[in-house]
């Protein structure tokens, strides 16, 4: 193997919830290769964990969103995030999280036919690289990328270690995907420079197990913060969200060191296992449970993004170019979200449907993504610190954290007014825990969606982190509605019409004659479109009346989707020549 080139077109580096999940969208299409991995197999930390609509109604596309939501922890885990003294101690205050608050529930139905759930790392990379693997993709753990060359514009020459052996080859493909993580070698390699701000320091992640259903029967959440003010506490054990691994049995304890700590990331040994026992205990507050350590680990709390994502054909996808905290739960969602935009390109190029060129537009839509979530991330976690003030966690003496505690239970005006400090202060965090607007808000422009017809763009929600934006305005998320057959059978939405690898025209009542034009075009571009009417006696019944509201078309109108379910282009309604338009369109988008 040292003497001989492996051939194969596509080569992905990396098996996390990125680069394992590009393999799977792409095997959809019937493109298989090669993934390696430095790891020696799946994630053994469940690091991310939330799985939001946007990630679900990807992974829906390939029909992987049933395994996921049978591994996963179900909505109703998460139905609280909380403050508290301790798991068993004092609660003060909880608000309703992901999706669980009655007053947005409307909200949360209209945006998707998901629902958000708690699904570790560690078992959703599992599903990712199984279907791969049976799709036809070789995988290979324990194996490092070294370096790349390009001989020829279409040729990617890597050579990669076994890391086993400690032996070398070379990998020949037409395109490399770098889904290496947050220490990626094909970034350094390319040298796409970074976006930095400055980190918020470290965190410390202890993983244990720890029977406490007793504690949340009624009190039910996956996130639970704990301070303990009063105390003096270890330079590392500032304070401590408790996340649910698995319910109830399994827990992430984060702690964040004191603000200042001088905690480096070279201090392998922060803690002795007992002195982390301790800790853990405390923040538990309940002498008669029995916890055991199974793993301790430090991250970086970033705020990194690549100024660009793809360098001709090398692409790098996931936490290679967006580096962040896991508040807002936008990691392994947005890791997803990367490889389904990504997918469909490479596949139209490989079989000539679509022009080369049209590889460009993945970092011109997913670039500033990346740059929204990665603020987005470390935005909320800095929505933390007015309850943290209100609550006297920001001064260092403990005696003074005593006397702003004591003013809380003043009955008159100084007490008010710390009350309502903290009580504004823990409302601002609710843009974490219901950011249903960053979550479903994207907006691509690039030649892959057809604008020239539109006006200018509609303005977002005043508040675009916690609302979604429903529209059908080219470059946004399809809308999700749900339909019915003439005689009732199992509803499902329209989300499910599209996608699938394919183009998607839906009309209506009048709307003959785009369907007619799709037909034509389909086969003068060389692409699949498949059409469906919605409405009145049409294919589809419109039994909410949701897409009339939500199309923003006319009857005979028509909405052009994309194979990754974006909107590529609409005609409010029927127009003189639709053949003649719609081709015009469908080049423009695939730049034939």
Sequence with gaps: ??????????????????????????ASHGRTGIIIAAASGCADTPRAHITNMAALECLRDVGLDKPC???????HNMTHTRWCHSMAGEEYARLYSWGNDPKRAGDYDAASPCDHVDLPQTELEPILTRRAVLAGWTLRFNTSFVKSTRPTLDVVISEVRDDLTKRTYKIQSRFLFGCDGARSQVIRELGIPLI????????????????????????????????????KHPPWGWACIVRMVKPWN????????APGADIKADDINLASTEEYLVRAKEIIGDDSVDVEILDVSKWWINETVAEYYSDGNIFCLGDAVHRHPPFNGLGSN??????FNLAWKVSYVMSG????????????????????????????LRDHLPWMQAVGMLEPDVEKRKA????????????????EAFRKGIENTGTEFHGLGVEMNQQYRSDAVYLLDEPEAPALPEDAVRYRLISTYPGMRLPHAWLNTRVPGKRFSTIDLAGHGVFCLLTGPGGEKWKDAAGKVAE?????????????????????FDWAKRSEIEEDGCVLVRPDRFVAWRSRSIIGNAEAKLEIVMRHILLQ
């Design 1 to 26: 193997m040292e003497d001989e080139n492996v051939n194969t077109d596509l080569l992905i580096i990396g098996a996390g919830p990125a680069g394992a999940a590009l393999a799977c969208f792409l």
């Design 334 to 339: 947005t890791c997803i979200q990367d490889a």
């Design 524 to 544: 003068k571009v060389g692409v699949e479109i498949r059409t469906y009417s919605i409405g009145w006696k049409e294919d589809y019944e419109d039994v909410y």
């Design 196 to 231: 930095k701000k400055p980190g918020q320091g470290l965190a410390l992640n202890v993983l244990l197990k720890a029977d406490l259903s007793h504690l949340v029967k009624s009190r039910t959440g996956n996130l639970h913060w704990c301070f303990q003010p009063e105390r």
């Design 404 to 419: 702003v505690l004591a003013e809380f239970d003043d009955k008159g005006e100084k007490g008010r007014r710390r009350r």
């Design 250 to 257: 399994e827990w992430m304890f984060i702690f964040l060191p």
């Design 69 to 75: 939501i049978e591994a996963a922890a179900a909505g």
């Design 353 to 380: 449907k679509a022009n080369p060129k049209i590889l460009d537009t993945y970092s011109i839509e997913r670039q500033p993504v990346g740059l929204g979530i990665i603020t987005r991330a470390n935005q909320g």
